[in-house]
């Protein structure tokens, strides 16, 4: 090194010192010949350690291979820019650094030796990869609602004779779907909350008459699937009682509960059991007694077909005189599955 170099040189260093990064000097072939304060408290490595390939063993193993083909192709292109993972000496876990070097160039072009930098990004790698984690699960949920959108205008047009019953249903049915999706994604944990469902359609459907409607049970989340299905469930339940129970005209008697229990007979305390969720909805209502407004057969397909299929659930309605009892059990670790 020329002796007229020193005093830039130590001014130089001086300055990188302050820097918030990880800087290094090289030969032209890439081995270390000196690195910066950073790089020695950041790794914990001594001068002997880091010189020539030393550094290397600072950098992940996986990574390893990497620099060193970086480093071959780099007179050639007069640049050096490779991404690795260095080892925090003191935390003993690898962070990503992002790593430049730019040539020193004599006065025939040739190069003399290389200044490089290592920039922390483990942040950056960490959110790019959730960035793509979210756009994945998005584009995975965008597909499932493509499908049952689908599936829905298919079911719902095979049982309605004229257009307009199909677009009065099938709106109906999409804005249930809408409503749980709304509730999931504004969720931090994507889990619903099985009373807000709940309430949210007796909302839509004017059912808060506290005189003649009760609601009980405990706080239950729920994941996508589930939320979607029992929300259909509670939608065609409320629809068919508005639409045939004439509670404007006459009183009526809606119960709508749930409860957490073990699997097997009522009050079961086998602690083996695999917990279950039952969902009953017990309704009274004078127009409900006349065999011409059963549920219709999509409801029945969704509260029976639907729920068995991708719940496993076991479900159950009783005709009354005046009404209806319709019975949901399924595991709670299915509608609690958090894929869609």
Not at 96 to 112: C, D, F, Q, S
Not at 115 to 133: A, F, K, N, W
Not at 179 to 194: A, E, M, Y
Request: glycine content about 6%.
């Amino acid at each position: 090194m020329p002796s007229s170099w020193s005093g830039p040189l130590q001014t130089l260093h001086q300055v990188i010192d302050t820097l918030p990064l990880l800087v290094w000097r090289a030969s032209r072939d890439g081995s270390w010949i000196w690195a910066g304060p950073q790089w020695q408290d950041f790794t914990g490595q001594e001068q002997d350690d880091y010189l020539g390939e030393g550094w290397l063993e600072a950098v992940h193993p996986d990574d390893r291979q990497t620099a060193r083909t970086a480093w071959r192709t780099a007179s050639d292109h007069h640049s050096f820019e490779v991404e690795f993972r260095v080892l925090n000496s003191r935390e003993q876990r690898y962070y990503w650094h992002k790593t430049r070097a730019a040539p020193v160039l004599g006065e025939n072009g040739m190069i003399l030796e290389w200044l490089g930098t290592s920039t922390d990004v483990d942040d950056i790698r960490r959110l790019r990869d959730q960035e793509r984690s979210l756009l994945a699960e998005l584009q995975h949920r965008v597909r499932n609602m493509l499908g049952v959108v689908r599936a829905l205008a298919r079911r719902t047009a095979d049982h309605c004779a004229t257009t307009e019953e199909f677009l009065l249903k099938f709106e109906g049915r999409i804005n249930a779907f809408a409503r749980t999706q709304s509730l999931s994604t504004h969720s931090p944990t994507g889990l619903v909350n099985l009373r807000e469902i709940v309430f949210d359609e007796l909302l839509l459907h004017h059912l808060q008459d506290e005189s003649q409607v009760s609601v009980d049970g405990p706080d239950v989340m729920l994941g996508i699937k589930g939320s979607n299905l029992l929300g259909l469930a509670v939608h065609e339940l409320a629809s068919h009682l508005v639409a045939h129970g004439r509670i404007d005209d006459a009183p009526f008697a809606l119960a709508i509960s749930w409860a957490i229990e073990p699997d097997g007979a009522p009050g079961s305390a086998d602690p083996s059991a695999e917990p279950q969720l039952r969902l009953t909805w017990t309704v009274q209502a004078q127009g409900l007694g006349d065999p011409d407004v059963a549920l219709d057969s999509l409801a029945q397909d969704v509260l029976h077909s639907a729920l068995r299929y991708e719940l496993d659930a076991r479900t159950h309605v009783e005709p009354q005189p005046s009404g209806l009892v319709f019975e949901v059990k399924v595991p709670l670790a299915r509608v609690q599955e958090r894929d869609s």
